[in-house]
């Protein structure tokens, strides 16, 4: 059961006197017998930014500054921000407004209210991961869940009544060149059934094969590919019977990129549609 704290709100706005753009999304966690509280903002002049605070009861709140400066320049708010150690090293994560598509993550050291980076990256690639939050569950492992944004547009989605989803959730780790590393939780092969397999299975240039039975639009796919002289090879997704309408997910050897092309994947109009990949 929840009491409403009689002095609420704790913390009211920002400080005195600084011009921001946004002041939300607030995270808590204790470091060292000390509260930190992040709050999403950006600086007018200076771009997206985190502010932090400290407190010893979770009451009375301290403002120290912010998390760290002169990175979000091009940013209006860095939204959805939060902290935790993955290892031996410090993870933030944030989602900027001005991409609204993507949550990035800095790894380093965080230290009495300082973020040090070490490096920089994005955690999904896929363009409509954002909002991300996470949590650590009982077996010490770091589940991150956020918000697929649509590709509909605002009018497509009003007529449908229903915007966006949740993401599968994920397991987060520092991979030995000190990225972050990705993998989907192994409980969603609990939800597997009518196991389909196919091999030796001849890829010819420029040409698709369906695969015999295996339909529906949603799948858990494991494909292994032996390229030969092959330069690009991958798979075509809910494709249309006329084959009008597919999305296509392809490695790249001579870029040595994995590409998502959803130019096709759709005939309305009120869709967005691109090619992305790890950049």
Same mark, same amino acid.
């Given at each position: 059961?929840?009491?409403?704290?009689?002095?609420?709100?704790?913390?009211?706005?920002?400080?005195?006197?600084?011009?921001?753009?946004?002041?939300?999304?607030?995270?808590?966690?204790?470091?060292?017998?000390?509260?930190?509280?992040?709050?999403?903002?950006?600086?007018?002049?200076?771009?997206?930014?985190?502010?932090?605070?400290?407190?010893?009861?979770?009451?009375?709140?301290?403002?120290?500054?912010?998390?760290?400066?002169?990175?979000?320049?091009?940013?209006?708010?860095?939204?959805?921000?939060?902290?935790?150690?993955?290892?031996?090293?410090?993870?933030?994560?944030?989602?900027?407004?001005?991409?609204?598509?993507?949550?990035?993550?800095?790894?380093?050291?965080?230290?009495?209210?300082?973020?040090?980076?070490?490096?920089?990256?994005?955690?999904?690639?896929?363009?409509?991961?954002?909002?991300?939050? %996470?949590? #650590?569950?009982?077996?010490? +492992?770091? =589940?991150?869940?956020?918000?697929?944004?649509? /590709?509909?547009? $605002?009018? @497509?989605?009003?007529?449908?009544?229903?915007?966006?989803?949740?993401?599968?959730?994920?397991?987060?780790?520092?991979? %030995?060149? #000190?990225?972050?590393?990705? +993998?989907? =939780?192994?409980?969603?092969?609990?939800?597997? /059934?009518?196991? $389909?397999? @196919?091999?030796?299975?001849?890829?010819?240039?420029?040409?698709?094969?369906?695969?015999?039975?295996?339909?529906?639009?949603?799948?858990?796919?494991?494909?292994?590919?032996?390229?030969?002289?092959?330069?690009?090879?991958?798979?075509?997704?809910?494709?249309?019977?006329?084959?009008?309408?597919?999305?296509?997910?392809?490695?790249?050897?001579?870029?040595?990129?994995?590409?998502?092309?959803?130019?096709?994947?759709?005939?309305?109009?009120?869709?967005?549609?691109?090619?992305?990949?790890?950049?």
């Amino acid at each position: 059961t929840w009491q409403r704290n009689k002095h609420n709100p704790l913390i009211s706005g920002p400080p005195p006197g600084m011009d921001v753009f946004g002041f939300r999304d607030p995270f808590v966690f204790r470091r060292d017998n000390t509260w930190y509280l992040l709050e999403g903002s950006g600086i007018k002049g200076q771009g997206g930014t985190i502010l932090v605070y400290r407190s010893e009861d979770l009451h009375s709140w301290k403002y120290l500054g912010p998390l760290l400066s002169g990175l979000g320049k091009e940013d209006q708010v860095w939204e959805v921000p939060e902290v935790f150690r993955l290892g031996s090293k410090d993870v933030l994560t944030y989602s900027p407004t001005k991409e609204s598509r993507f949550t990035r993550y800095f790894q380093g050291r965080f230290d009495n209210g300082k973020f040090h980076p070490e490096s920089r990256g994005k955690i999904d690639l896929g363009g409509r991961f954002y909002a991300a939050t %996470s949590f #650590q569950d009982a077996a010490n +492992r770091r =589940i991150m869940i956020a918000w697929v944004r649509e /590709a509909r547009s $605002k009018e @497509a989605v009003l007529k449908a009544g229903w915007s966006g989803l949740l993401s599968v959730p994920r397991i987060l780790s520092l991979g %030995s060149d #000190q990225t972050l590393k990705v +993998r989907p =939780i192994p409980e969603i092969e609990t939800l597997r /059934a009518g196991l $389909k397999s @196919a091999s030796n299975i001849p890829l010819l240039s420029g040409a698709s094969e369906p695969l015999a039975g295996v339909n529906g639009d949603a799948l858990d796919i494991e494909a292994e590919f032996e390229p030969g002289d092959s330069t690009r090879f991958g798979l075509k997704v809910l494709a249309s019977p006329d084959g009008r309408e597919e999305t296509t997910i392809y490695y790249d050897r001579q870029t040595s990129r994995l590409m998502m092309d959803s130019t096709r994947s759709s005939l309305s109009n009120e869709v967005s549609k691109e090619v992305i990949g790890d950049v």
